[in-house]
């Protein structure tokens, strides 16, 4: 038998039972590559169900204060049993019942035998479920804001340390005129600075679901109260005020509407917008060897080209950036598919769409500060290039002083043209290095300007208000917002790039 045969034997066989049995079950990678501690908890299981027993503590404590009879010792028994959960008892139960809010009613209930007849006392599934997506949503944006601000913060370094370096610009991919390093890098800087607002906005608005009962008209809780409306209103705020929020949902119908996902997830996809934007001119510039994202000592951009130095950082913000900008479109869907009060086909794409898309651009503001605080800026290729295309664009400055000592305006308009054409033909032709000015300098017609040349073809003259631009817009900007939330920058991230 040849190796060949030997081969195709092995690789038709069935996968070996007992082989690699850690390795066998789908490991995501947002979770396992990519995602940080500190977003993982926030939609982690301990998270959810913690929050899930604390709503349930702040619903028996509002209805103890309203006048339903609820004993200390039952409240006490809750909260001593708070962090004690048994996810395995939780699990049989939901098997049990098929449902898994009281899978957990019966865990929290085993460990808090006390309390148990007055768990869960009047709400319905979604009293836990969209108010604990509430919470969870309301701690996920405070992160995503905390971070924009430190990125936004980096970014303002490094566009202040260049905000009078010219640099070529570019419309349509073609050079047009000049910009500085910095004045490209506000325009990052001001995408991002309109989605922290979006993000504190939504902080500001969102709303939790509260007390509403099983289609909204909170008629459990009117029946609970002997028909006192006023009680079920306060009980309604006193819930909301327990768990943190200021604003509750003025309607619903079972759920929270599902509009506020998609919005939630529209300023999501604006984040990714904005890094996929900015992470695209870093990889662009990377080509031209202008600008590069950081590159470790030893770090390998290719395992067959030794020599290449990949913008991977910037190329997995894009990765990512695509696929959250994706997910509005399910949300829009699911909020357009919710029949009168409710269906529960919202429920499976929700618990996906909501922590993935979190998860997902945490890790992209994470890549963006360690990108912009590593950012490597080559002045001399800048330069280089900007000379190239310089001399086409100072021809109407020359004309200009010619003019102005007493030259022929379409005399020597008709001489720029000749020449720009004939230095094209060599840049383009030959490829050589673009020789207009060196024409000039040798054309008679242009003499009053010869000993003026290097001036006149200085590319600060070219940049516009650039440089000023770049002060403006810091300190009009973005040093109030910095100030606004100097706190957020002390903290510390608990995750750095590693892959």
């Known amino acids: 038998m040849s190796n060949a045969e030997k081969f195709s034997d092995l690789t038709s066989a069935p996968f070996p039972e007992g082989a690699l049995p850690d390795q066998q079950v789908y490991e995501h990678p947002l979770m396992k590559r990519y995602a940080t501690k500190e977003m993982s908890f926030v939609w982690s299981p301990a998270m959810k169900f913690t929050t899930w027993r604390k709503l349930w503590i702040s619903l028996a404590t509002a209805e103890q204060e309203l006048g339903i009879e609820i004993s200390d010792e039952q409240l006490a028994q809750m909260r001593e049993q708070l962090y004690n959960v048994d996810f395995e008892f939780a699990a049989k139960k939901e098997r049990e019942f098929r449902h898994d809010v009281m899978g957990h009613v019966h865990a929290f209930g085993e460990v808090a035998p006390e309390a148990m007849p007055i768990i869960h006392l009047g709400a319905t599934s979604c009293y836990v479920g969209d108010n604990t997506d509430i919470i969870q949503i309301k701690e996920a944006m405070l992160l995503i804001k905390r971070k924009l601000v430190q990125t936004i913060d980096i970014l303002k370094k490094f566009a202040v340390n260049h905000r009078a370096l010219p640099t070529l610009g570019f419309t349509h991919y073609q050079p047009a005129q000049l910009t500085t390093v910095g004045k490209r890098c506000t325009l990052w800087m001001q995408d991002l600075l309109l989605d922290l607002n979006k993000v504190e906005q939504e902080i500001k608005d969102l709303p939790m679901r509260g ?56 300023v999501l996809s604006g984040i990714a917008q904005s890094a996929y934007k900015m992470c695209g001119d870093i990889r662009l510039l990377s080509n031209l060897k202008e600008v590069e994202e950081p590159f470790s000592k030893t770090q390998i951009g290719s395992s067959a080209m030794a020599y290449k130095r990949n913008p991977m950082r910037s190329e997995r913000v894009c990765s990512l950036a695509r696929y959250v900008m994706g997910l509005p479109n399910a949300a829009a869907n699911t909020h357009a598919n ?11 794409i929700r618990r996906i769409y909501l922590p993935e898309g979190f998860l997902a651009v945490d890790v992209i503001l994470n890549l963006l500060s360690n990108i912009a605080d590593g950012l490597h800026v080559w002045p001399n290729v800048i330069k280089a290039r900007v000379m190239s295309e310089l001399p086409f664009m100072s021809t109407e400055v020359i004309l200009m002083e010619c003019v102005k000592k007493g030259g022929d305006r379409q005399e020597l308009h008709e001489a720029i043209r000749v020449h720009s054409m004939d230095a094209g033909a060599v840049v383009k032709g030959e490829g050589k290095p673009n020789d207009l000015m060196e024409r000039i300098a040798k054309d008679p017609l242009f003499k009053a300007v010869h000993d003026d040349l290097d001036r006149l073809i200085d590319p600060i003259l070219f940049v516009g208000r650039a440089p000023e631009q770049v002060d403006e817009f810091i300190s009009e900007e973005i040093v109030p917002v910095i100030e606004a939330n100097k706190a957020l920058l002390a903290v510390e991230s608990v995750d750095d790039v590693n892959v």
Do not use: C
Request: glycine share 8%; proline share 1%.
């Open 338 to 348: 919710q029949w009168f009060e409710r269906t529960l086909d919202d429920s499976a």
């Open 211 to 266: 007390v509403k009962g099983t289609t909204g008209t909170q008629a459990s809780f009117l029946e609970l109260f002997d028909g006192d409306h006023e009680k079920v209103k306060a009980l309604n705020k006193r819930v909301t005020e327990l768990m943190g929020f200021e604003k509750v949902i003025p309607v619903s119908g079972q759920t929270y509407t599902r509009k506020i996902d998609y919005n939630i997830l529209s």
